[in-house]
């Protein structure tokens, strides 16, 4: 896809969204109910808005913010964010740091949250079937406990 759209800049640049959205579907084919384009131009959001970094910065501002026995619920729409603020809270989860090359265990100075949630919390099936929408949509909680 990415190379197809270089060349196609190269001869003319796209002037509209509909260009763009009728090579990748070129490329691509139709397949299912989504429209093949819809991953590549939140792929591209995703990039121009920096929106990855500015999740990692957000959780760690909020959570240097909370105070003791608050709580941070974080709903994600994509498996990268998703992956952010799981490794975010889990790497805040662990009292203690043990690596191989150290000769005892180091107490995290991280260490500040709890997951509440073991597995994220997905949308039912009804609200699947109501709420198109919420089809991707994982919710997960944490205490604040230091």
């Known amino acids: 896809v990415a190379s197809l759209i270089v060349k196609m800049r190269k001869d003319a640049p796209f002037t509209e969204t509909l ?23 939140q792929a591209l959001r995703m ?9 990692e910065q957000g959780l ?5 913010r909370l105070d003791f026995g608050a ?8 498996s990268l964010e998703d992956r952010i603020v ?8 662990r009292e203690w740091l043990d690596r191989p090359e150290w000769p005892e265990p180091r107490r995290n100075p991280e260490f500040d949250l709890r997951f509440l949630t073991g597995k994220p919390l997905e949308p039912s099936e009804n609200e699947r079937r109501i709420n198109p929408r919420s089809r991707s949509a994982k919710l997960r909680v944490a205490l604040k406990i230091g």
């Not at 260009?19 to 131009?41: C, D, Y």
């Not at 990039?47 to 999740?55: G, K």
């Not at 760690?60 to 240097?64: D, E, G, I, Q």
């Open 71 to 78: 709580r941070i619920a974080v709903i994600t729409f994509h």
């Open 19 to 41: 260009q763009l959205t009728r090579a990748i579907e070129k490329v691509v084919g139709r397949h299912g109910r989504r429209h093949p384009a819809t991953q590549v131009f």
């Open 86 to 93: 799981k490794n975010f809270i889990r790497d805040h989860s």
């Open 47 to 55: 990039e121009v808005n920096d929106e990855l970094r500015a999740l």
């Open 60 to 64: 760690r501002v909020l959570t240097a």
